[in-house]
Nanobody
Framework: QVTLVESGGGLVQAGGSLRLSCAASGRTFSTYTAGWFRQTPGKEREFVSTISWSGFMTNYADSVKGRFTISRDNAKKMVYLQMNSLKAEDTAVYYC?????????????????WGQGTQVTVSS
């Protein structure tokens, strides 16, 4: 069983940067695809980025491509999301997820492990 805990959210001005962290526990984490999703009130949870178990393959939503970078450290059981050039529309609760899926899988329902979420607010 994999458990996830996010941290690093907060309030930032448009154009600024934040780094989200996700601490994982569970022996199988290093074999799972990991990812970040986000959700705003009244909307469905949406895909942001995923990374393969090895870290060699990544996938990004078009809306964040070129601004966000996902990475992982399996030795530390950590996943990161570096967010640069933040926009007001990036405001959301960000969730870390992990699952036995391919990195191209972007549907939240296919990910079995979730964190509690961390709020990111970008002021314009």
């Amino acid at each position: 069983q994999v458990t996830l805990v996010e941290s690093g959210g907060g309030l930032v001005q448009a154009g600024g940067s934040l780094r989200l962290s996700c601490a994982a526990s569970g022996r199988t984490f290093s074999t799972y695809t990991a990812g970040w999703f986000r959700q705003t009130p009244g909307k469905e949870r949406e895909f942001v980025s995923t990374i393969s178990w090895s870290g060699f393959m990544t996938n990004y939503a078009d809306s964040v491509k070129g601004r966000f970078t996902i990475s992982r450290d399996n030795a530390k059981k950590m996943v990161y999301l570096q967010m640069n050039s933040l926009k007001a529309e990036d405001t959301a609760v960000y969730y870390c997820a992990a699952g036995e899926v391919l990195v191209k899988v972007t549907t939240p329902e296919d990910y079995g492990a979730w964190g509690q979420g961390t709020q990111v607010t970008v002021s314009s």
